[in-house]
């Protein structure tokens, strides 16, 4: 199977997509076709035995053949022309916006290309962290107490300390932990840098945090291990940047059956039948034997293959299982109805 690696795109995350893509080199055996969408989203094709973080940084990738994106897939000009890439699916690897707020994914399923990733609806709820609380409250899953805040509000925090997010991006960009009233200005002028809303919630120190990754194949669920990330007062954009090159492999949490078995059914009513198509990582918190979402990381960094056994045949298998969408027949029977009564 060749698999299409999307990445890049117009986001704060745009740097991280292209570490988190190329890590798949050792970690996929299949063969890889690299389509980058750069700042100004213009695809290009990058040859997999030449792609290197610097190709992009020194802007070099755009020596390399211009793709557009249309009807089953992508294409670049030729002699007779056009030529379609080949590919058997699509890798959203795109982190962020673009590929993680369903622009790139309406593309997809607009010109009908099969890819593996979030689709629109997942997208709209992951990717807001105002809206990922809500719809954890719906499907029964515990939150930490939060507070949402837009660009102008007059917010008030009753006391301290609290984490200030920025509700659309992820990898802890403009997120800070606010100690003091005196604090809290300039926490909210980062956080407003990067967003026009922000979440404002506890902060709770020492907190314990388990990470479990998994997918929906033949409708039966698949888990990764569940890992407890490494212990710091939060992981920070430069920890978690360097965590998107990750391809080895990570060491199991130790937790009791009962406390595994709650991450698992947390996890089972987050993905639902939302996230099909897609393999995602929930971010969970304990507290008190109680389990609470803390993030759903719909394309989480380097598809987080280091909590898999096997990952390069997981991911075959989820290619080999998307959902389809249901073909609409149009008929034009209403207004055919209507010519008819007007003797048309």
Same mark, same amino acid.
């Given at each position: 199977?060749?698999?299409?690696?999307?990445?890049?795109?117009?986001? $704060?995350?745009?740097?991280?997509?292209?570490?988190?893509?190329?890590?798949?080199?050792?970690?996929?055996?299949?063969?890889?076709?690299?389509?980058?969408?750069?700042?100004?989203?213009?695809?290009?094709?990058?040859?997999?035995?030449?792609?290197?973080?610097?190709?992009?940084?020194?802007?070099?990738? !755009?020596? $390399?053949?211009?793709?557009?994106?249309?009807?089953?897939?992508?294409?670049?000009?030729?002699?007779?022309?056009?030529?379609?890439?080949?590919?058997?699916?699509?890798?959203?690897?795109?982190?962020?916006?673009?590929?993680?707020?369903?622009?790139?994914?309406?593309?997809?399923?607009?010109?009908?290309?099969?890819?593996?990733?979030?689709?629109?609806?997942?997208?709209?709820?992951?990717?807001?962290?105002?809206?990922?609380?809500?719809?954890?409250?719906?499907?029964?899953?515990?939150?930490?107490?939060?507070?949402?805040?837009?660009?102008?509000? !007059?917010?008030?925090?009753?006391?301290?300390?609290?984490?200030?997010?920025?509700?659309?991006?992820?990898?802890?960009?403009?997120?800070?932990?606010?100690?003091?009233?005196?604090?809290?200005?300039?926490?909210?002028?980062?956080?407003?840098?990067?967003?026009?809303?922000?979440?404002?919630?506890?902060?709770?120190?020492?907190?314990?945090?388990?990470?479990?990754?998994?997918?929906?194949?033949?409708?039966?669920?698949?888990?990764?291990?569940?890992?407890?990330?490494?212990?710091?007062?939060?992981?920070?954009?430069?920890?978690?940047?360097?965590?998107?090159?990750?391809?080895?492999?990570?060491?199991?949490?130790?937790?009791?059956?009962?406390?595994?078995?709650?991450?698992?059914?947390?996890?089972?009513?987050?993905?639902?039948?939302?996230?099909?198509?897609?393999?995602?990582?929930?971010?969970?918190?304990?507290?008190?034997?109680?389990? $609470?979402?803390?993030?759903?990381?719909?394309?989480?960094?380097?598809?987080?293959? $280091?909590?898999?056994?096997?990952?390069?045949?997981?991911?075959?298998?989820?290619?080999?299982?998307?959902?389809?969408?249901? !073909?609409?027949?149009?008929?034009?029977?209403?207004?055919?109805?209507?010519?008819?009564?007007?003797?048309?």
């Amino acid at each position: 199977m060749k698999i299409a690696i999307v990445f890049g795109g117009s986001s $704060y995350e745009h740097e991280i997509s292209i570490v988190s893509s190329i890590a798949m080199k050792e970690v996929l055996k299949n063969e890889l076709v690299y389509l980058f969408c750069d700042q100004h989203r213009d695809f290009y094709e990058i040859p997999q035995k030449i792609i290197k973080s610097k190709l992009f940084s020194s802007g070099e990738y !755009t020596k $390399y053949d211009k793709l557009f994106i249309g009807k089953n897939g992508f294409f670049k000009k030729s002699m007779l022309g056009q030529k379609a890439v080949e590919f058997d699916v699509v890798l959203n690897l795109t982190h962020g916006g673009d590929g993680e707020d369903g622009v790139l994914a309406s593309l997809f399923e607009f010109f009908n290309i099969p890819f593996i990733g979030p689709r629109v609806e997942a997208c709209s709820v992951s990717s807001h962290k105002f809206l990922t609380k809500g719809y954890a409250k719906s499907v029964n899953v515990k939150t930490i107490d939060y507070a949402f805040y837009t660009k102008g509000d !007059t917010i008030e925090v009753p006391s301290f300390p609290v984490i200030i997010k920025p509700v659309r991006l992820g990898s802890s960009i403009g997120v800070s932990i606010v100690k003091s009233l005196e604090e809290l200005e300039y926490a909210c002028d980062v956080a407003f840098e990067f967003d026009d809303a922000i979440i404002i919630e506890p902060f709770i120190s020492g907190v314990k945090e388990y990470n479990l990754a998994g997918t929906k194949i033949n409708g039966e669920f698949v888990f990764s291990m569940i890992e407890e990330p490494q212990k710091v007062e939060f992981l920070d954009f430069d920890k978690k940047y360097l965590d998107f090159a990750r391809t080895s492999g990570a060491v199991e949490a130790l937790l009791s059956s009962e406390i595994q078995e709650k991450i698992k059914e947390s996890f089972k009513k987050l993905y639902n039948t939302l996230f099909e198509g897609s393999l995602i990582r929930c971010d969970f918190f304990v507290v008190d034997n109680e389990v $609470y979402i803390n993030e759903i990381n719909s394309i989480p960094g380097s598809m987080a293959n $280091y909590l898999f056994d096997d990952f390069n045949a997981l991911l075959n298998s989820l290619a080999n299982n998307l959902p389809t969408k249901k !073909t609409i027949v149009i008929n034009y029977e209403y207004v055919n109805k209507i010519h008819s009564c007007k003797g048309k």
